[in-house]
């Protein structure tokens, strides 16, 4: 018998090991290509008329001025990290982050527990505040802080005029505009900032 017809087929080490190593990427990637996923959350306690700006990694910054969810433009691979924080602060507010930072992974989905707690700080209270009740879905309501500063609210809850005010000065919240089909009333309008800075909450109530 002709030696040549029984020799033995080996498998090229090479080629074996290629496909052992794609086997076990295949294995960790999920055989479906590196996840992409998007981070976002819930922004809670923003006062109407404010704004908030967050970054994840410090850049891909996002402008949020409404309660509510949020999500960011840019998407992170797994298995990256994100890490959201606070930009910049909004009016008369201080916003913290929790659940901000964590790895992106093929078993973590998108993104959606991120939480950004917002509550007036106090040592800006001499921003004139209050809030919101009745305002209907859609609705919105102008309101003038000594005849000229004026704030649009959108949404029920709290709501802060951008310009400070002094100790000594006087403050005299009234409705500019009504929404349309309601009318709004307002209550501890007005008053002087007292020394400690910390005037009673104006409530406007909207039927």
Avoid: H, W
Wanted: net charge neutral.
């Amino acid at each position: 018998m002709n030696n040549d017809s029984i020799r033995i087929k080996r498998p090229i080490a090479g080629l074996a090991g290629s496909s052992l190593c794609a086997m076990a990427m295949c294995l960790l990637a999920g055989c479906g290509g590196a996840l992409d996923a998007t981070i976002g959350g819930t922004v809670y306690g923003l006062s109407g008329g404010t704004s908030v700006e967050l970054l994840d990694n410090g850049s891909d910054a996002l402008t949020v001025n409404t309660n509510g969810s949020f999500t960011f433009a840019t998407k992170v691979q797994a298995p990256n990290q994100y890490n959201v924080t606070v930009g910049t602060q909004p009016t008369g507010e201080t916003c913290t982050v929790s659940k901000g930072s964590g790895s992106v992974s093929q078993n973590s989905g998108n993104i959606t527990n991120i939480a950004v707690t917002c509550y007036a700080t106090p040592t800006a209270n001499e921003y004139v505040f209050g809030t919101v009740l009745g305002l209907a879905s859609g609705a919105s309501v102008i309101l003038l802080n000594n005849g000229s500063n004026t704030l649009t609210v959108s949404t029920n809850g709290s709501f802060v005029f951008s310009a400070s005010s002094t100790v000594g000065a006087v403050y005299n919240v009234t409705v500019g505009t009504n929404p349309s089909g309601q009318t709004c009333t307002v209550t501890n309008g007005t008053g002087v900032i007292p020394a400690s800075g910390t005037i009673t909450a104006v409530a406007v109530s909207c039927s």
